[in-house]
């Protein structure tokens, strides 16, 4: 099946900081999701992104689907955004899919005031 | 609308016992699925549904069974508990039509610990 690698495993900021995750994938997708699971365990969509860029405040999210990266920029940190960010994509490998959604590790950030 | 909901929040079960897990979505979302996670990790598929009646397995499936009647609930069973089976479980669902997809939205969880 596809995997889905991220990085870094750790992240620690102090706020206000900048910072950007990255997401490799094995095999061309479908789908492809960043969510952001809040330290009480709820998972918040941030951005549906197979391809191109996108931004939602300061937050923004680019995948190259031909070199199978996506990339998240997080702008001018705050205490809040501290949680765990996972990809997760939805591959194809020459089938259908059903959207069954394959997840990264995720990268723990920590934003210290 | 309430999105997708899950209940119960948390429940402790002892070895052998048996329980339902229940997700509900008013999104008139055609696909769902049940996920669980494990500490520290990812989220991994245990079973999915393109449609009432129509079901089957993730990467996961093994100690557990779904069915689904409607469109609106997908159901999660599990047989015979083991502490292999002490997760988070999450439900999730999306629209799909053709070959579009759309963002997969999730429920609040459903903390479950085997003893």
């Known amino acids: 099946g596809i995997q889905v690698e991220q990085s870094p495993p750790d992240l620690i900021l102090q706020e206000g900081a900048n910072s950007t995750l990255r997401c490799n994938f094995s095999?061309?997708?479908?789908?492809l999701q960043w969510f952001h699971q809040n330290p009480w365990g709820q998972l918040i969509n941030l951005f549906y992104?197979?391809?191109g860029t996108k931004q939602n405040g300061r937050l923004s999210a680019t995948t190259v689907a031909t070199e199978r990266y996506s990339l998240l920029y997080i702008s001018s940190s705050q205490t809040t955004d501290s949680g765990v960010y996972f990809c997760?994509?939805?591959?194809?490998?020459?089938?259908?899919?059903?959207?069954?959604?394959?997840f990264g590790q995720g990268t723990i950030l920590t934003v210290h005031p | 609308n309430a999105g997708v909901t899950q209940t119960p929040k948390f429940r402790i079960l002892k070895i052998g016992q048996s329980m339902t897990l229940q997700c509900a979505q008013d999104?008139?979302?055609?696909?769902m699925y049940w996920y669980r996670q494990d500490p520290g990790m990812g989220l991994k598929l245990i079973y999915y549904?393109?449609?009432?009646?129509?079901?089957d397995k993730g990467e996961v499936p093994n100690g557990y069974n779904v069915s689904r009647s409607t469109t609106e609930d997908f159901p999660l069973r599990l047989e015979l508990a083991a502490p292999s089976q002490t997760s988070v479980y999450f439900c999730?669902?999306?629209?799909?039509?053709?070959?579009?997809?759309?963002?997969?939205?999730f429920g609040p969880g459903t903390r479950l610990l085997v003893l």
């Open positions: 999730a669902s999306s629209y799909a039509s053709g070959g579009a997809r759309e963002t997969q939205y």
């Open positions: 549904s393109v449609g009432a009646g129509i079901t």
């Open positions: 997760a994509v939805d591959g194809n490998a020459g089938g259908t899919s059903y959207g069954k959604l394959t």
């Open positions: 992104i197979p391809s």
């Open positions: 999104m008139n979302h055609n696909y």
């Open positions: 095999d061309s997708v479908n789908n």
